[in-house]
Nanobody, 123 residues
Framework: EVQLVESGGGLVQAGGSLRLSCAVS????????IGWFRQAPGNEREGLAC????????YYADSVKGRFTISSDNAKSTVYLQMNNLKSEDTAVYYC????????????????WGQGTQVTVSS
């Protein structure tokens, strides 16, 4: 089975940093995309960043560009989201997800999702 498990969330003060991890397992194909998303109460799920496993191409939402960095450690089958200069509006449940298709930030294109990890930024 395909499984994604997020970790690294928590409580941080504005201006601080967190690194989220997404452990990925169960894929039968080497061509897939891993994305990071977030959803705050009352908001739709928002795509933040994604990375393609084949060539390492990355894409970022404007809201996090310059502050968040997505990376992968293929040996550990883990994708990371380094989040710097966190703001109160970054507070949300953060999810990682896998897509076997096109590299995209659209949540609708992702087929497999982790359980989410809470990130709370205090101000």
């Amino acid at each position: 089975e395909v499984q994604l498990v997020e970790s690294g969330g928590g409580l941080v003060q504005a201006g601080g940093s967190l690194r989220l991890s997404c452990a990925v397992s169960g894929f039968t194909s080497e061509d897939y995309t891993i994305g990071w998303f977030r959803q705050a109460p009352g908001n739709e799920r928002e795509g933040l960043a994604c990375i393609g496993s084949e060539d390492g191409s990355t894409y970022y939402a404007d809201s996090v560009k310059g502050r968040f960095t997505i990376s992968s450690d293929n040996a550990k089958s883990t994708v990371y989201l380094q989040m710097n200069n966190l703001k109160s509006e970054d507070t949300a449940v953060y999810y990682c997800a896998a897509d076997r298709g096109i590299v995209t930030l659209s949540p609708a294109n992702y087929d497999y999702w982790g359980q989410g990890t809470q990130v709370t930024v205090s101000s």
